[in-house]
């Protein structure tokens, strides 16, 4: 195997997949990263940890084809520090792989592409939407995403596509998001998914540089063999392990009306709400809101210390009315509206002891996340 690239175009890709990569991989073959040339002048780059595969082909000028397993962390590290000059690489008869360029090399060891788990392979055609919606759904969702490994069935997020919506939904018990956004499916076809949370990051990332790359760009979506889904945009693949398991009745949690609304400055919110979370409990950062027409007061209360903090807001009740919540939650949410760009963001509740909703003022349709209250 030998060929000649541009060390920042290597550099991009590696950043990509290296992520996919176990630091601490029980089988070795794992920390590796696959290597590939072809006659067709491409570099194939894979990487995987049996749950999630990704790859990447890039055209590059191949003077010998050959495959080769090579350490993936030692080689982005390498790929980071090259100069700005086009880099040889080329298989030498000790079995290394030679990294050349003017002023020096590196030689790293190599493993036969024999050992190397089977790449998964799509059964069809899947559907293409937007990468831009994809993307944003992900952003919109993904967070809620439970960090326990015993709730398997909520360990991902899950997404639904049939011919006119895309639908994304995450929780982890105590909180639900939701994003909706219209598309075009002209396949006849429908999904319904169940996406882990390291794919999610795996695939915002790759989605992030391909929108860069072209905002117009399309992804395709699809069920994989063996219980695997793939997505496959630009140049690159992402195959997944889908979760098995039956997720939540999440359209059950979803308030089907509000009592009461209130519409808030979101920088303003952040803010205040910031400075009360630092003398909240660290055991669920409770923070207490009363609001009242035009008013509300951010409080948080501790045997170590206390602080409060009053805001103007728009509101369309009467009289005072009390919220405790996780604060760190709601800081998720508005992380949420902050990469939207809305100067204000929107809550409804019914009372202080059922699930309140945080919204996008104009998009409630799209963007909703639902908290469940702090009892006491």
Same mark, same amino acid.
């Given at each position: ?29 794992l ?9 067709n002048?491409?570099l ?14 890039q ?5 010998q084809?050959g495959s ?7 080689l ?26 003017k ?9 036969e592409s024999s050992?190397?788990?089977e790449v ?7 559907i293409?939407?937007p990468?831009v ?7 919109r969702t993904?967070f ?5 490994k ?12 049939? *011919? &006119? ?7 982890? =018990?105590?909180? $639900?998001? +939701? %994003?909706?956004?219209?598309i075009?499916?002209s396949?006849g076809q429908k ?8 794919s999610?990051?795996?695939l ?11 905002? *117009? &760009?399309?992804?395709e979506?699809?069920?994989g063999? =063996?219980?695997q $889904?793939? +997505? %496959? ?7 997944s392990r ?5 997720f939540?009745n ?7 009306s ?8 979101t920088?303003d919110?952040?803010?205040s709400l ?23 007061v951010?409080?948080?209360n ?11 807001c ?15 939650y709601?800081q ?12 204000t963001f ?12 945080l ?9 909703r ?8």
């Amino acid at each position: 195997m030998e060929f000649i690239i541009n060390p920042s175009l290597l550099k991009e890709e590696l950043g990509l997949l290296t992520p996919v990569i176990e630091r601490k991989a029980s089988i070795p073959v794992l920390s590796k990263i696959k290597m590939e040339t072809n006659v067709n002048g491409e570099l194939a780059l894979t990487a995987t940890d049996l749950d999630i595969t990704m790859s990447v082909r890039q055209v590059t000028d191949v003077l010998q084809t050959g495959s080769i397993l090579v350490e993936g962390r030692k080689l982005y590290d390498i790929s980071r520090e090259l100069p700005n000059e086009p880099i040889h690489f080329r298989l030498n008869k000790n079995g290394q792989i030679e990294i050349r360029y003017k002023r020096g090399r590196h030689k790293l060891g190599t493993v036969e592409s024999s050992q190397f788990p089977e790449v998964p392979t799509n059964k069809q055609a899947g559907i293409r939407v937007p990468a831009v919606i994809l993307r944003e759904a992900i952003r919109r969702t993904a967070f809620a995403v439970t960090t326990e490994k015993s709730r398997f069935t909520i360990s991902g997020a899950k997404l639904l596509i049939d *011919e &006119s919506n895309l639908i994304m939904v995450a929780t982890d =018990g105590h909180r $639900l998001s +939701f %994003a909706r956004f219209p598309i075009v499916n002209s396949t006849g076809q429908k999904l319904d998914l169940l996406v882990p949370k390291k794919s999610l990051s795996q695939l915002e990332d790759l989605l992030d540089r391909e929108i860069r790359r072209d905002a *117009e &760009s399309t992804i395709e979506i699809g069920d994989g063999a =063996g219980n695997q $889904l793939y +997505f %496959a945009v630009g140049n690159h693949s992402l195959f997944s392990r889908q979760i098995s398991g039956v997720f939540p009745n999440w359209e059950m949690v979803l308030p089907k009306s509000l009592v009461y609304t209130a519409e808030i400055s979101t920088e303003d919110f952040r803010r205040s709400l910031s400075r009360v979370t630092l003398t909240a409990d660290d055991r669920n950062y409770s923070v207490t809101m009363e609001i009242e027409p035009g008013r509300l007061v951010l409080k948080s209360n501790t045997p170590e210390g206390e602080a409060q903090e009053e805001m103007l807001c728009a509101f369309d009740g009467q009289d005072v009315h009390s919220l405790r919540f996780n604060s760190r939650y709601v800081q998720d949410f508005l992380q949420v509206v902050s990469k939207a760009g809305s100067p204000t963001f929107s809550f409804g509740f019914s009372d202080g002891n059922s699930p309140f909703e945080l919204f996008l003022p104009t998009e409630r349709e799209s963007c909703r996340y639902v908290l469940m209250p702090l009892r006491g």
